[in-house]
């Protein structure tokens, strides 16, 4: 198998009688309205990427999820007529199906483990993650009787025994943050820093289990890091935040028996070849950058903000759940300076306020913007996730505790907010035994994670006596009922005597 590189997650790989494409993002301006870039930049390799695609054999394209960074129309609206067939994940919300149809494309959906055979001997299988608002996608790509794993950043370490008998040849995988926490929440630079170096460390810890687990021969680094060029410049260098880049991970990395390979945009992988790992940019490469690329957030308007359209739009989703029974939310507050939003989900209600006479409730979570920012919020063409993952909004959460409910009704759209409460409410409950290898005690818990449904058989146990999420790393103290100290979840954790 040839494998060529084009940035992010974007792949080309040439088989015998096939090539497929992975999530291509060439385009210069960004994703997130401009907040995101690729790095190294490299939209100029469009045209290289085009010959890969013009040949004789089935061009077959795959995206993985919606995101922008992986879902870039711009690029794919160019390379249309060059591709066969797309096949993306059988997710429950159609936003990426329809999306692509009415883009010409001819697509394919495939279900969780399930082979599809793209000729005799090639085929593509995809591991699936379609819970809350998590809609994300592995894929397993067999091509002239090797295996491609592409991860991308979908969380699915916990089912990755799955391949554990696999001869896996190359693994791509994200070892960055892609998140708006801690980056935009309103808490003091020492414990975003801490908060930071545990989330870094937790990633670095899942992608080294990862290898340990299916023995690659080659680890490509993908998905990132971004860099922000009209953002905060810290965010790109990596300093102190999630964004960390790849000398990081090489040093994280450095006794590992898989072949770190750091391909550049357009490169192609040479087994034999010995590459080093990617720089971040400094800052006078940022401050060019600036000047070369394009901002769609910077050409927005307050003045296009309308408080009714954006009301509309949350009684819209408040309407969706309100037969659903759900636990108590905090309340949650749209901030732009002189006024306000109340979103109760509780009462299924929204009202105006004004900061002067307004009273904040005991427990809530303030998301403070430009009426630019809310005016997205308001525009039905917009997705709500795009628009936080753009890291332009201040975020204040009292107490400093994760909501499961808000955050859904915060990054769902209005085509999947019904059905992301629904599946997180569906997680199966299944209750397992695990042994606490620090004292040997036993102990009775749910089998999957609240937050996500992720599978905690096989879930580590901490030097504190957590057990440690699998995808997200989120701690649950065994000897504290199961309870997660930093969300209103549990995994009811029982001692067996």
């Known amino acids: 198998m040839k494998i060529t590189f084009f940035g992010h997650n974007c792949y080309v790989l040439h088989g015998k009688n096939v090539v497929v494409l992975t999530d291509p993002w060439l385009t210069n301006t960004g994703a997130f309205f401009g907040s995101w870039f690729q790095w190294p930049i490299n939209h100029h390799f469009k045209d290289a ?68 055979l793209l000729n005799q001997t090639d085929y593509i299988e995809f591991m699936i993650v379609d819970t809350g608002v998590n809609h994300d996608s592995a894929a397993i790509l067999k091509i002239d009787e090797e295996i491609f794993l592409n991860q991308n950043d979908c969380k699915i370490f916990d089912r990755l025994n799955y391949l554990k008998d696999e001869s896996i040849d190359y693994y791509a995988v ?19 820093r801490k908060i930071s170096k545990k989330k870094v460390l937790s990633k670095l810890v899942a992608v080294r289990n990862a290898i340990n687990l299916i023995k690659p021969k080659f680890y490509l680094p993908s998905a990132g890091p971004a860099i922000f060029p009209f953002l905060d410049k810290t965010l790109s260098l990596g300093i102190d935040n999630i964004f960390v880049h790849q000398p990081d991970l090489d040093n994280f990395l450095k006794n590992t028996d898989t072949k770190l390979t750091y391909l550049r945009p357009g490169e ?176 009775e818990i749910n089998r999957y994670c609240p937050h996500n449904g992720a599978d905690l058989k096989d879930a580590r146990i901490d030097k504190d006596g957590n057990l440690v999420c699998p995808r997200h790393s989120w701690l649950f103290k065994l000897n504290n009922n199961g309870t997660c100290e930093k969300a209103d979840l549990s995994i009811d954790a029982r001692e067996v005597i």
């Open 49 to 116: 990427l085009t010959e890969q695609l013009n040949t004789k054999k089935d061009a077959i394209l795959y995206i993985s999820h919606e995101h922008q960074d992986h879902f870039d129309k711009e690029t794919l609206a160019e390379i249309q007529p060059l591709i066969d067939l797309c096949i993306i994940p059988d997710y429950e919300d159609k936003f990426l199906r329809v999306e692509l149809l009415n883009m010409g494309y001819k697509v394919e959906e495939l279900r969780d483990q399930t082979k599809y």
């Open 174 to 192: 994200q070892f960055s943050g892609a998140t708006w926490h801690p980056v935009c929440y309103e808490l003091s630079e020492d414990e975003k």
């Open 268 to 443: 192609t992988l040479n087994p034999l070849s010995i590459t080093q790992p990617i720089k971040p940019p400094t800052e006078e490469e940022l401050l060019i950058l600036e000047k070369n690329l394009v901002c769609d957030f910077g050409g927005l308007s307050d003045e296009n903000f309308d408080i009714d359209q954006l009301t509309g739009q949350i009684e819209n989703r408040l309407e969706q759940i309100r037969d659903i029974n759900f636990s108590q939310c905090p309340k949650l507050l749209f901030d732009w300076k002189e006024q306000g939003l109340e979103i109760d989900l509780n009462l299924g209600t929204v009202k105006l306020i004004n900061w002067t006479d307004y009273e904040l409730p005991a427990s809530y979570m303030k998301v403070s913007a430009s009426k630019s920012y809310f005016y997205l919020m308001s525009d039905p063409s917009y997705r709500w996730q795009d628009i936080y993952l753009s890291l332009r909004a201040s975020v204040l959460r009292v107490p400093d505790v994760f909501n499961t409910f808000v955050n859904i009704f915060l990054f769902s759209d209005a085509s999947n907010i019904r059905s992301a409460f629904v599946s997180t409410l569906d997680i199966k409950d299944e209750r397992i035994l695990i042994v606490n290898p620090l004292d040997g005690k036993n102990y």
